[in-house]
């Protein structure tokens, strides 16, 4: 049996949907409670509650006596700081070339449970019949693109990266060995927040061959998911060679 999604997290999704379609921009007053509950079939309870999630996690902005509005992005100055690896060699005086090894779009039947978790896709966006032909792009989850990153002629990066396809659905279209990445999603969906991880791993052999070392060796492997309008829309994986890279900062 599959779930059925909760009432209130449809109205949610409808909304974000809207939201990111460019129907409801910042400042726009969306559909009153009544118009939401009529909508859906539910009471103005239900309404109420994915009204009010939307509005802790900083999307809506409910007024006293006016109604329900999109939130103006205030806190700008807060987004994400993304390093980009571009720009770092650059400033370094390196020269730097990015080369795309592939890109696709990625229906929900190609999905792993680690990106079906982190992007909330459920089980029932599986389709039963996986083996039928279809048009990917009609069916597209995420987009997926890999990349390598070069530093005087030499890999220094490989870049696994995983994009909502609603949220952003030019991604794909983008030529990456001109377009970074990150700065075309910022551009297009501003970070409010995220969360990294930092490991060291041994080198699997198709990172080994992208990175030009021998496999099983150091590499240290950042993790990230960055979130807007409350919702994660890219999840990356970057791999870098051991004795060609290293994290600093600032205390």
């Not at 802790?56 to 939130?71: P, Y």
């Not at 966006?125 to 032909?133: D, F, L, M, R």
């Not at 377009?179 to 297009?188: E, F, G, P, Q, W």
Request: no cysteine; hydrophobic share 40%.
């Amino acid at each position: 049996m599959t779930k059925t999604i909760p009432a209130y997290q449809r109205i949610k999704n409808a909304i974000l949907d809207n939201i990111h379609s460019g129907k409801w921009q910042a400042g726009n007053a969306i559909s009153t409670e009544m118009a939401l509950a009529e909508e859906f079939g539910v009471s103005r309870m239900t309404v109420n509650r994915a009204l009010k999630e939307l509005s802790e996690e900083r999307v809506l902005e409910r007024r006293q006596g006016s109604g329900t509005f999109v939130a103006q992005q205030q806190f700008n100055h807060t987004f994400v700081e993304v390093r980009n690896i571009a720009q770092d060699l650059k400033s370094a005086n390196r020269d730097y070339e990015a080369q795309v090894v592939s890109k696709r779009a990625v229906t929900a039947a190609m999905l792993d449970n680690e990106l079906r978790r982190k992007f909330g896709i459920d089980e029932e966006s599986v389709p039963a019949n996986t083996s039928a032909q279809t048009d990917a792009s009609d069916e597209a989850v995420l987009y997926e693109v890999k990349i390598i990153h070069f530093a005087d002629g030499q890999p220094i990066q490989f870049e696994e990266r995983w994009v909502d396809a609603k949220k952003v659905p030019k991604f794909i279209d983008q030529d990456f060995s001109v377009v970074n990445t990150s700065d075309y999603l910022i551009a297009k969906s501003p970070l409010e927040s995220g969360s990294y991880t930092i490991r060291a791993l041994a080198a699997p052999d198709e990172i080994a061959e992208f990175l030009q070392i021998a496999p099983q060796s150091p590499t240290l492997v950042l993790r990230r998911q960055t979130y807007s309008a409350g919702q994660v829309v890219t999840f990356v994986k970057m791999w870098h060679a051991g004795d060609r890279y290293q994290f600093s900062g600032e205390l």
